[in-house]
C-alpha cells in the first residue's frame, strides 16, 4: 500500500485512517505491507481492519481502520490465503482440468471439438500470423505440463517455459486447489503455418 505521513505519524493513537495533505495526491508515497485481519461493511461506510508493525502507539494498539475506497486507491497489490484441504480429501476427488485457445486480438476463446483421448482441435483453420494463448483451468490441485510438437516428430517444453539465460522456469507447475494458467504476453503462441486445423500440444496433468 502507498502511505505517506499522514498515515504515519498523523495515525498515532488514531483508528481510522484518513487521507490528508500531499498524501492526497500520492506524491512522494512510499510502499509498505501490511496484513488485513478483517472487514466490516458497516463500520466508517465500510472499512478493512489492518494490523501494522509500527509498534503498538501506531494506530490502536498497531490496529487501524481504512475505508473500502480509500483500499482500492492507495493499495497495489493484494494477496489472499486459503488453506489446503487434507490429502485425503484431494485424493476423492476426480482430477479434472479444462483447456482452451484464447485469440490474442479479440480476447475471445477459439472454437473446438474433441477428437478423442482427451485431444481437441480448431473448428476452423487459424490464420497465419494469429496471436493466441492456451489458457489451462483445473478444479483439484495438481501439477500442469505443457509439451508442443513439431513436424518432424520433435518435442519442446511450452510450459513452464524458460526465458533465455535462465536454467530453471520461475514458473512453477503447480496449481493449487482451483486455478488458472494463462500464458503471459510475451510467451503466447503464434499460428506460422497454414492448415485445415490445429491440433492443440499434448497437455500432462498429474495429481498432487
Not at 21 to 33: C, E, K, R, T
Not at 113 to 142: D, H, W, Y
Not at 153 to 175: D, N, R
Request: proline fraction near 6%.
Amino acid at each position: 500500500m502507498m502511505v505517506g505521513q499522514s498515515f504515519m505519524q498523523g495515525m498515532m493513537g488514531k483508528e481510522l485512517w484518513q487521507p490528508a495533505g500531499i498524501d492526497q495526491s500520492q506524491v512522494g508515497l512510499g510502499g509498505h505491507a501490511m496484513c488485513v485481519i478483517g472487514y466490516d461493511d458497516k463500520k466508517y461506510g465500510g472499512a478493512f481492519q489492518i494490523m501494522n508493525s509500527w509498534s503498538p502507539q501506531w494506530g490502536n494498539n498497531g490496529i487501524a481502520w481504512v475505508r473500502y475506497g480509500d483500499f482500492k486507491e492507495y493499495v497495489r497489490e493484494a494477496y489472499g490465503i486459503d488453506p489446503l484441504p487434507k490429502s485425503s480429501a484431494v485424493a476423492s476427488l476426480p482430477l479434472e482440468c479444462n483447456i482452451g485457445l484464447v485469440d490474442n486480438s479479440n480476447k475471445q476463446y477459439i472454437k473446438l471439438r474433441s477428437t478423442g483421448s482427451n485431444t481437441f482441435q480448431t473448428l476452423s483453420p487459424i490464420a497465419i500470423g494469429t496471436r493466441f494463448k492456451m489458457e489451462v483451468k483445473n478444479s483439484t490441485e495438481c501439477y500442469i505440463y505443457i509439451f508442443g510438437q513439431e513436424t518432424n516428430g520433435s518435442s519442446y517444453v511450452l510450459f513452464p517455459y524458460l526465458k533465455p539465460g535462465e536454467t530453471v522456469s520461475k514458473h512453477a507447475p503447480y496449481c493449487g486447489i482451483t486455478g488458472y494458467r494463462l500464458f503471459p504476453k510475451p510467451n503466447r503462441l503464434k499460428r506460422i503455418m497454414w492448415a485445415t486445423g490445429i491440433i492443440l500440444p499434448l497437455l500432462r496433468v498429474k495429481k498432487n
